[in-house]
Structure formats: C-alpha cells, structure tokens
C-alpha cells in the first residue's frame, strides 16, 4: 500500500503536466513529471527560494546585499543568475521572472510549492485540519527547509534561511502534534509521528506526555520509565523544570495499575488519553514571551543580535536601542495586566543561548511568542514585528512600522506604543474567538471572560445580558478575577447609560463592582477604568477624572482609558482634552470595538467650541461603525443639524425614531452630563430637525 509521503510526492509532483517545486528537503524542481536539473550555482537556489517566498518584488539592491560578498560586479551576477532561471522557468506565453524598474519579483501561480502548502494551512488554522490533509502535509517533510544550501560569507541569507526553518519546523511540529491527536491510538505511524515531534522539541512537555501515554496504551512500561529517565536528564541539562512531565506520568501510573495497562490499554483514563493535555496547567490567562529584538544592518555591514553593538542613524548603539525597544515593550505589556508577561531576564536568558523564539515559547510553556528587527537605513528606522501562537505555529499578526529617525528615542516610543497596543487587541481577539468556539459548560474563569467580552461588544440590550452572565460565572470559577468584575461594572453601566434598566439601581451595581475590582488588584487599569466611569454616572466628575487619569497613569497604553477621559471632558471638561484623548485612544487602538464612542466624544467636543462642520464629520464617521448604537445616531442627528445639514440629520432622527419612537431631546440630554451652554446648543439643533 502507498504510504502517506508516496501520496504526498505523487500529488506533488503532478502526474503529466505542469511545474512543482520543492523547498522543503533539497531543492528541487520537477517539470511534466522529470527532475529538472538546476545549475551547480548555490547563490542561483538561494535567489529563487528568497524570491519565492518573498510576499512582493524585491529590490536589486537587496539582493546584492542578501547573496554577495561584495564582488566585482554583483549586479552582473544577479543579471546572470535571473537569466538561468528564465531559461528554467519561463513558458513560451509566460514569463515567470517579472522585472520592473529595479526590482525582481517571482510568478509561482499554477506551480505547486510544498512551501506555499503547509504556509497557506499554518494560515488557515492547523488545528482546524482533517486528519488526512494533516497527513498529507507531513509527507511534503522530506527534510529541512533547503537542506544543505548554506553560503558561505551571505550573513544576511543565512539568518533569512535559519529564520525559515524555524519557521517550517515549528508547523511540522503543529502538524505532528494535530495528528497525534487525532490518529487512532494504535495506528502503525503513531511511533514515527511521536519519535519526530521530540526530535523537532526535545523540551516540549506535551511530546513527552504523549510518548508516555502512547506507550502506556500498548502496555510498555519499561519503556516509558526509561524515557523518563532519559528526558529528566535532557531537562536537567538545561536547567529546566521536569516536574510536570514526571507529575503527568504519575497520574497515568496511579489512575491504572501496570497490569491493566498491559491488559487494558484502551481502558485508559481520559485525562491520560488527552495526552497533549498537562494535568491541572490549564492557565488562567493567557501568556506571552516577548523575544529580545534583533538589529539589522542597513548599510555598513552586518550586525548581530541584541548585545552587539555599532552606531545607528543618529542615537546610540543600535543593539542598546534594540534592548531597550524590547524591555520598554515588556514592561508596558505587563502594566495592562490583560494577561501574563514573562520578565526580561527569562527571555535575555535564553536568546543568549541562541534558543529560537518558538523553542523559547515551549520552554517557557506561553501561549504566544512576539519576535522583532529594527533596522536603520537611508534616513529611516523600520521596527517588523511578528506575534505567534505557540502551540500552532500560526502568525496571528505581522506589521512594520516605519518613521523617520529625527528624535530616535520619540520614533521608538511612538512604536513602542502601536507595538503594544496591537499585541494587546490582538491576543484578546484570539482568546474572545477561541472563547466562542467551546460549549460554555467547557468554560474556565478566561475563557467565561472573554466569552463575555464578545457578547458585550455587540451593545444590544439582549447580548449585554449575555455578558454578565459571562462575566459571573468568569467569577465563580475564580473570585480574584479583577478583570471580570471591571466587565460586569461595564455591563451595569451599558444598562444605565442606554436605559435598559432602571438608571439608579444599575448605577449603584456599576460602582459596587467597580469597588470590587479595585479591592481586588488596585494596580489594575482596567479597576480605575470601571470605578471612573461609575462615578461618572452617579455626577462625581471630579472624582471620574481621577480614576481615569489613574487608570493611564498604571498603563499609559490602556486606549479604553484615553477614550473614557475623552468622553467624560467632551461634556463637561476640557473640550480641548477630549480631543487628545479621542486622538490617542485612536492612535493605540485603531481597530477598537468602542471606536464608535472615541469618534463621537471628539463630535461632542467639537460642538462645545463652536466648530459644527468639524463636529458633523466626525459624528458620522461614528455613525458608520457597525456596532453604533441608537445613541450615536443621536449623537451624529444632532451635529448635522448644528451644521446645517437638515435632510441628513432628519436621515437619523428618523432611524433612531424606528425603535424608540418618542426619542427627543430631554432624551439625549438627560443621557450625558452636559454644562448649560452645550445643552442648550444640542437643544437648538434637535429643535430644527422635529426632536425638540
């Protein structure tokens, strides 16, 4: 019978026609079913792998500076290189090698690529694989991503090429773990399938536990102690901690004796045949590792990791920078308190060790790792950041942020400040998903919150009470939760604010766990966040702002906070402030599911300096969200009439009129907390559009 890496070859290979390449093993090209024979240039491989995988065209220049030390003529080279590879790939009405201007790009479409296989399913979501596609992809492994295609004196190639594998061993490794999972506990493959996902992660603790449970299953019990044996002195080696591993093969032994395993493998428990599970390590938070970031060089030559150094554009060591980019970025991280950041010198400790970020994530046991460059040329920093789901491989999210280096330290905190945000939505994006997709008796208490928060984001009447409802079990699962109680002072909140409930009784609840909160973790923002705009409903604006400025003070990069002082000054503040506050809170968090209110509060402090056109505008940008509800509509009726714009601002009135058909003024007033002057400007303009 043809085994799964024949199918996965026959499949790749395309029977009788077309082109396929394979990168994953030594490089090679395969054309209407014959091996290809490449020329003997190692830089000319390297080129088209560099140029496969990169996700636009690339500039000559950069090439140069990937592949050559510095010839003679590398342009003259790299035009030589392209051309053999015209000759190869190049149909008679196609070219597949693409120049324009100075840059080179490579056409792929309808060339099966093993590479673009496993990238497009690490994508996709591993974990969401059936089995035999799982199986498929792991055949395409036939060995390392280019296997044996180093060059020498091309730094800038080699660190590209041992990111990639990295890259491509972390999804083998998701894949073996998938499949593990889901083949038959006596299926023939399960041995090799477990034997190379601890060669891929020698120290990740959930291969090990599934060795031990596979072999338990068939009654090997000699085998597993000797394994545990062995792998406690690999832990050892390195100073990690084997207790898990040692405490899982415990429960395995004790909930079945040894003659029963022999007996009765399938009778095992199912806390041992979860084996990819660790008993009792579910976490209560999620958990990150922010890896030291990396220099690289812009022009002058090539410089290291974190502890090199050499000058940079107009600061200080570009290493020092690169350092102090990270330990800024940890530590703003762990002020959100949104979940559980692991200290610099852990992550230090084990870069120095030249241990690659994702292996650093299963030594770490965190749930997501976040790797970064900073580069320096032609008058420009470049910071790329890439956050990565550990236990998948899976890029969640990728960006660069680019900006003129004319104050370094203001470039990099400005950076460091999108950086953090961005991880921060990111992760709770991913959570609140993964959250949605469990049977909510299956909920632990971080599950139940996040669970919450994606009903609360809805801002109906109906998934608010879904929230809470989230929100208190989050509690009864863990008390300390300071988190849950700040969601559920939200949803008391939405409840008074909308009038949804009675204003008075959901008022005192929405500072009652607001309270709550802070007893619990008085360093929270979150905590300050939800007692600030407590007080705000019960007229305490004095003491709001102070929660609020609290709030920012823990966390400078906590957006709900600036967008919480931009609500409360837009009415009767600073107007002034509210609009540097809405600004910023938008500038942390552009995608924010409160984005609807960070544009209408800038609306409303528009309307208090007199400036309707500038008002309208950004009442309608809030009006465009799709989560807006009836009050922003009131919010963008209101600033349209100010600025004269009648049809549109009777547009609203009329839509908000559909579901609350008596809505007037004293509606809208009594929502807010208004100085006199501005009520009586909203009073003017609902009187011209029939809501007065």
């Excluded at 026959?10 to 990168?23: N, Y």
């Excluded at 090199?308 to 940890?330: E, K, N, R």
């Excluded at 809805?458 to 879904?466: A, H, I, L």
């Amino acid at each position: 019978m043809e085994t799964h890496v024949e199918s996965a070859r026959s499949s790749l290979d395309g029977a009788a026609a077309g082109v396929s390449v394979r990168l994953l093993g030594p490089l090679t090209v395969i054309r209407e079913g014959a091996t290809v024979q490449l020329p003997a240039s190692r830089k000319l491989r390297a080129l088209f792998a560099y140029l496969a995988l990169a996700p636009h065209a690339v500039g000559r220049s950069r090439l140069c500076e990937l592949l050559w030390d510095v010839p003679n003529d590398p342009r003259g080279e790299l035009r030589w290189c392209l051309s053999k590879l015209r000759g190869i790939f190049d149909e008679a009405d196609r070219h597949r090698i693409e120049t324009s201007g100075d840059t080179v790009a490579l056409d792929l479409k309808g060339v099966s690529v093993d590479a673009f296989d496993v990238a497009s399913a690490a994508a996709r979501g591993i974990e969401t694989l059936d089995l035999e596609r799982l199986q498929a992809l792991s055949g395409l492994f036939v060995g390392d991503f280019l296997d044996g295609l180093e060059i020498d004196r091309s730094p800038h190639f080699n660190s590209w090429l041992i990111a990639q594998r990295r890259r491509f061993s972390s999804w083998h490794a998701a894949i073996l773990e998938q499949l593990v999972s889901k083949l038959p506990a006596d299926a023939d493959e399960m041995s090799a399938h477990l034997e190379k996902w601890l060669e891929l992660n020698p120290f990740d603790e959930r291969a090990h536990v599934a060795l031990l449970t596979s072999l338990a299953r068939r009654g090997q019990i000699a085998a597993c102690e000797d394994h545990l044996a062995s792998a406690a002195q690999l832990f050892a080696s390195e100073d990690l901690d084997f207790g898990p591993v040692r405490e899982a093969w415990r429960t395995i032994r004790s909930e079945r004796p040894a003659a029963t395993l022999r007996a009765q493998p399938a009778l095992l428990p199912a806390a041992a045949q979860a084996s990819i599970v660790l008993p009792d390590t579910a976490p209560s938070k999620a958990s990150l590792a922010v890896m030291p970031f990396v220099e690289e060089a812009g022009i002058g030559g090539p410089r290291g990791g974190p502890s090199h150094g050499g000058p940079s554009c107009g600061g200080p060591s570009c290493g020092g920078l690169a350092d102090g980019l990270t330990h800024d970025i940890i530590t703003r991280l762990a002020k959100l308190r949104d979940f559980f950041v692991i200290a610099r010198g852990s992550v230090f400790a084990l870069a120095e060790k030249n241990i690659a970020p994702e292996d650093a994530g299963r030594r770490l046991n965190v749930d997501y790792v976040a790797t970064g460059t900073v580069r320096s040329q032609a008058g420009r920093v470049a910071v790329s950041v890439e956050l990565v789901e550990v236990r998948t491989a899976r890029i969640v999210w990728a960006e660069t942020f680019e900006r003129r280096p004319d104050d370094i330290f203001a470039v990099l905190d400005d950076i460091g400040n999108s950086i953090v945000s961005s991880i921060s939505a990111e992760i709770e994006m991913v959570e609140r998903n993964r959250a949605m997709l469990k049977a909510p008796s299956s909920l632990n208490a971080w599950e139940a919150y996040h669970r919450g928060l994606w009903h609360m984001y809805r801002f109906t009447r109906t998934e608010n009470e879904q929230a809470r409802h989230f929100f208190e079990m989050a509690l009864k699962l863990d008390p300390t939760f300071a988190r849950a109680y700040a969601g559920l002072s939200f949803t008391h909140w939405q409840n008074a604010f909308q009038r949804w409930g009675d204003r008075d009784q959901e008022s005192a609840l929405a500072f009652e766990t607001a309270g709550q909160s802070l007893l619990i973790d008085d360093h929270n923002p979150a905590a300050h966040w939800a007692m600030g705009r407590a007080l705000w409903l019960r007229g305490e604006q004095d003491g709001s702002l102070i929660e609020l400025e609290r709030a920012v003070d823990l966390s400078p990069n906590f957006a709900l906070g600036h967008y919480a002082l931009s609500f409360v000054h837009s009415q009767s503040g600073d107007p002034n402030a509210a609009i540097g506050s809405s600004d910023h809170s938008r500038h942390l968090s552009p995608f924010d599911p409160l984005l609807f209110g960070m544009l209408g509060a800038r609306a409303m402090a528009h309307v208090r300096l007199g400036q309707f056109d500038e008002a309208a505008e950004w009442a309608l940008k809030a009006a465009a969200r799709p989560n807006a509800h009836a009050i922003i509509l009131a919010i963008a009726a209101h600033c349209l009439a100010l600025a004269g714009r009648l049809d549109e601002a009777r547009t609203f009135a009329a839509a908000i009129r559909k579901t609350l058909p008596n809505y007037c003024a004293d509606d809208f007033i009594g929502t807010f907390r208004f100085e006199p002057d501005a009520a009586a400007l909203f009073r003017q303009g609902a009187r011209r559009i029939g809501l007065g």
